[in-house]
C-alpha cells in the first residue's frame, strides 16, 4: 500500500516554532496522513533571497529552517517519505545530501526541476540528462535513489518532435535516475497526465497529486474564471483514472502538494479535507 505523505513546503505559512509544528504534524497524522515529503532548503536557516523569491512567488515557507526537525518528525511518528533538493547541492556534496537523507530514513532524494534553466534548448537537456545519471550514480553509491520531479517547463519543446520530458525520460539510464510524477502541473501544462504516467511505467516512483478547477470567491465580472488548485476531489481532474494507473506502476506513495487556494485559506484545512478523498482510495 503506497504511503500517504503532505509535501513539508504545502504548510509553510504556519511553521512559526516548535509547537505550531507539532499542531500540524499531529493535524497530518489525525487526517490519516502516516508521512511527510521534506525539503531540503526549509531544513535549515535560508538566506533572504531564498525567503523573499519564495514569497514573491506565492509560496511563503514561513521560519521552520530554525527547527529541529528531525526530532520534531520522530516525535511526529510520521515516516519521511523523500528530501527534496537542488542538484547543485548533490554535485558538490554528495555524501552530505545522501547522509541528511539517511538520517530521516529515507533513501530517495528529488530533484525539483532546474531554476535559470532553458527547457527550451535541445542540447540543455541533454547535458542535464547526463549531470542526472551522474548524480543518481553517485547517490546510488551511497545507498540512495534519485528521482526527478517535473513542473510544467518540461513540457517545452526541443525540437519539432519532442518535448523537454521525452529527453528526460529517453536520455537518462533507469538505473541511475528515476521520478516523481506531478500531475497538476502537466494538466496545467496542457498535456495528458495519464498518457504520461502510462510511458512512465515502474520508473514513477513517487506521485504528485493535487486536483484542478475554480472556486468562486464573489461576484463575478465575468463568466470567465481563472483555475487553480483545489482540494482532491473538489476540482475536475479525473484522479480516479490516475488513481488507477499510479497503483498499476506500483508507486511508493502518493504526496500531496498545493500551494494557494486552500479552503478557509489554510493550509491545514486544505489537507484535512484532501484526506477524505485520500483515505476512500488509498
Known sequence: MAKKAVQQFMLGSVLKNENAVRETLSAMKAAGYDSIELCGFMLHPMGFLIRMLTKAAGMPVGSGGNLDWEKLVRESGLNVVSVHQDLGSIERDTKAVAEEAKRFGTDMVVITGMYRFDYGSEEAVR????????????????????LYHNHNCELRKVNADKCAYDLLLEETDSDYVNFEFDSYWFTEGGADAKLWMRRLGSRMKLWHINDRGTRMTGSAMTPILKTDSMELGTGNMDLEGMTEIAKENGIEAVILESHRNWVDHSPVASLELSSKWLNGHF
Open 127 to 146: 547535458e542535464l540528462s547526463r549531470r542526472l545519471d551522474a548524480a543518481g550514480k553517485a547517490l546510488g553509491e551511497q545507498g540512495i535513489r534519485l
